[in-house]
């Protein structure tokens, strides 16, 4: 059941800092600073093993996933350079970097 009133009183114990800056996020693929949207990406495939998440724009991350099946990712694995090597990524990183942090499009679909 839940309580009438709570044991520590309303939000007057709670100091919340409004005016601290949020600290800036690098896309793991392109380097730019993510926006308002922050996507945690799977570097290797979480159906391959994988465990670590990397920060990334939404973008960024469907264009990985329209060029790469997830036996190439986990052989990739947490090799950025590898992916960037690949020339659609490339061409996509070339193209969006100049772009706003909360920039979004269609992106490929799936070459197979």
């Known amino acids: 059941m839940a309580r009438k009133y709570s044991k520590h009183g309303r939000y007057e114990d709670v100091a919340v800092e409004e005016d601290a800056p949020a600290p800036v996020i ?8 993510t926006g308002k949207t922050i996507v945690w990406h799977h570097p290797v495939p979480k159906s391959r093993g994988g465990r ?20 190439e990712l986990q052989r990739h694995g947490t090799d950025v350079e590898g992916l960037l090597a690949h020339p659609n990524v490339r061409k996509f990183v070339d193209w969006v970097a100049n772009k706003d942090p909360d920039f979004t499009a269609t992106t490929a679909k799936k070459q197979r």
């Open 52 to 71: 670590d998440v990397v920060p990334m724009h939404g973008i960024c991350q469907q264009t990985l996933i329209a060029n790469f099946t997830n036996s």
């Open 26 to 33: 690098d896309c793991w693929l392109c380097g730019r600073p």
